[in-house]
């Protein structure tokens, strides 16, 4: 049914963030996206989860029907315009476990732990400042929650510089190095999906434990029960 719907016509939308770029997105290709996030991130009835930079809220859309009315999704978009166009498309689909919310450049303004999965698509290459996002996006999640980013390669060279990404030939961002920036942000790579139609897509997960990879110390409390009304607790580093 989900695919049915939508099918049922194509739109043409600019790229999240970037309102000087469109791109042709067919229903057919939010379909598929659909059909890998439910995969990837191993969401269903009463997940919560977060479109970050929804753009038209395709996505939102379709995820929130996914999740079902004990489910929430989080919409988040930068600029008023892009606010009430996202809130037009949650009110036209009738859908009330959707929360939208102001984005912001370099965080997700969502609480701390509020989700068990966040998503985006061709985004992340927007970020001028991926280790201060990919920071907030950690803080989203709970523990074991899945982040999953679609995007695309350049036609040229990659940008050395992050504020490069959205310029002329260097648009886009490789796997490479989302893959890179989000393990230096301490996620667990889970797998890459190979381009599908100029895109790929990057699994990550926000594992129980957290290794610092400047440090490389390594935290974790474990319990093992109460001895004599004593809780202990076992640090490793």
Not at 29 to 48: C, F, K, M
Not at 172 to 187: D, H, K, N, P, Y
Request: proline share 4%; hydrophobic share 40%; glycine share 10%.
């Amino acid at each position: 049914m989900l695919g049915l719907l939508l099918l049922a016509a194509s739109v043409t939308i600019g790229i999240a963030g970037d309102p000087t770029s469109t791109a042709r997105v067919t229903a057919r290709d939010d379909a598929s996206d659909v059909a890998r996030l439910i995969d990837a991130l191993e969401v269903g009835p009463g997940s919560t989860i977060a479109d970050i930079g929804a753009g038209a809220g395709e996505l939102t859309v379709a995820m929130a029907r996914h999740v079902g009315p004990s489910g929430r999704v989080y919409s988040s978009e930068l600029g008023s315009e892009r606010l009430e166009e996202l809130e037009q498309a949650v009110e036209t689909a009738g859908l009330d476990n959707v929360t939208v919310i102001k984005g912001h450049a370099n965080r997700t303004n969502l609480p701390n732990e509020c989700c068990d999965a966040l998503f985006m698509r061709r985004v992340y290459h927007h970020f001028a400042d991926p280790a201060a996002m990919n920071a907030s996006l950690w803080q989203s999640l709970k523990p074991s929650g899945r982040l999953a980013v679609i995007d695309f390669p350049p036609d040229g060279d990659e940008s050395a510089a992050p504020s490069g990404r959205a310029k002329g030939d260097q648009h886009g961002v490789t796997a490479e190095t989302v893959e890179r920036e989000l393990e230096e942000a301490a996620f667990e790579l889970l797998s890459i999906d190979e381009e599908t139609d100029g895109d790929f897509m990057v699994i990550v997960r926000k594992p129980m434990i957290r290794c610092d990879g400047t440090t490389r110390r390594m935290v974790q409390a474990v319990r093992h029960g109460v001895h004599g009304g004593l809780q202990t607790a076992m640090i490793v580093m």
